[in-house]
């Protein structure tokens, strides 16, 4: 199980906890902690684009694939969702690669094709 059904799922149960403490504890409060465990965890993907190779820099791109829609990763604002990789590490997201240095190449000049962060979560 992943970390972010887990945190749900802890929260839950400390809210059952607290309401048993204070005698307010109900069947439902406990069906709604069993409902977490059962429900099917979904995999979401974010792939976010640096200049650079480190977590903090600025995001140049991004795009998510959450909830069987693939995105661009921006608000209603045109804005990107996170500002850096390190901004969506905090928000839960896990990195499962990292971007790779491995320039392009044409007859005249080697290249970069960007740096590209490859993160995951599951709910």
Avoid at 29 to 42: G, I, K, N, Y
């Amino acid at each position: 199980m992943s970390q972010a059904p887990m945190v749900e799922i802890r929260s839950q149960l400390q809210r059952c906890l607290d309401r048993f403490h204070a005698g307010t504890l109900s069947a439902e409060d406990l069906q709604a902690a069993v409902d977490l465990v059962d429900r099917p965890a979904t995999q979401s993907i974010l792939y976010i684009q640096t200049p650079t190779t480190q977590p903090h820099d600025i995001a140049i791109g991004m795009s998510i694939f959450e909830e069987g829609k693939d995105e661009d990763g921006v608000d209603e604002n045109g804005e990107f969702l996170y500002r850096s990789v390190k901004e969506a590490l905090q928000d839960g997201w896990r990195i499962v690669k990292f971007p790779g240095i491995t320039p392009g190449m044409d007859d005249q000049n080697a290249y970069g094709l960007g740096f590209e962060f490859v993160l995951e979560r599951w709910r």
